[in-house]
Structures are given as structure tokens and as C-alpha cells.
């Protein structure tokens, strides 16, 4: 298994890059597919039209995220856990971004997918 860690900025608040995440259409919007998120811990979300699916294991509004993390490709049973971490600067939000549990052979397609699907997009949307 791998460890993917990113660190992206953003000139936007810690609170709207939170909300990007979070807030189902803002999140459906920057992916351009359907987002389904709950806002409570324990909560399941699928997103990319059920591509992705797991449940909020912890949730503090601007400051960090962390959900467990599936995939539909992967092998039953397979689970990553990925955490966003958001800190305040001059110009807007460092988020500090870390999934463990990618398995081996897709840990690559994943990483560069965190940049073309989310990071970019959302700066896209969060920046206009």
C-alpha cells in the first residue's frame, strides 16, 4: 500500500475551500459529476457518480477533514483514509492533503487524479 501526500494553495478561505469539499453542489459543481456528501461524522458521501464512496470519520468546518476512502475499481475490502488539512496564510488556504492505504498498482493513476479532478477544478471554481 501507498501514501499520497499534496500540498495545494488556494486564494480562497479555509472555510470556502472546506465547503468545496463538503457542500454536495459546490462539490458536484468543480467535479462536474454527482456529489452526494453528509455533513455529520459517521456520514457516508459518494462522489464522481459513485466512483468514490466512504463515510466522514472527522470533521472540524475550515480546518480539517478526514474520511475513509474507497474506490469501485478496488478489491472488496480495500479502504484508504484520506485527511485535508487546511491552514490559513496571507493569500488564502495551504491545504495539506495525505491518503494512506492506495493500493500499489493504481497509487500513481491516484495521485495524478487528486491533481486533474479536485485541485485544479477547484481552484477554477474558488479563484473566479
Known amino acids: 500500500m501507498k501514501t499520497i501526500t499534496q500540498t495545494v494553495e488556494f486564494k480562497a478561505s479555509p472555510g470556502e475551500v472546506y465547503e468545496a469539499l463538503m457542500d454536495s453542489r459546490k462539490h458536484s459543481r468543480f467535479t462536474g459529476a454527482r456529489a452526494t456528501v453528509s455533513r455529520k461524522v459517521g ?3 459518494s462522489v464522481w457518480d459513485g466512483y468514490a ?12 477533514i478526514v474520511q475513509s476512502w474507497r474506490v469501485s475499481e478496488w478489491p472488496e ?13 496571507k493569500k488564502g488556504t495551504k491545504l495539506s492533503f495525505t491518503q494512506t492505504g492506495v493500493p500499489d ?8 487524479g487528486w491533481k486533474d479532478f479536485y485541485w485544479k477544478p477547484m481552484k477554477e471554481m474558488l479563484e473566479k
Open 105 to 112: 498498482d493504481v497509487a500513481a493513476d491516484i495521485r495524478q
Open 43 to 45: 456520514g457516508p458521501f
Open 77 to 89: 475490502g480495500t479502504e484508504s483514509k484520506v485527511v485535508f488539512a487546511f491552514t490559513k496564510t
Open 53 to 64: 464512496t466512504g463515510k466522514n470519520i472527522e470533521l472540524l468546518p475550515g480546518k480539517r
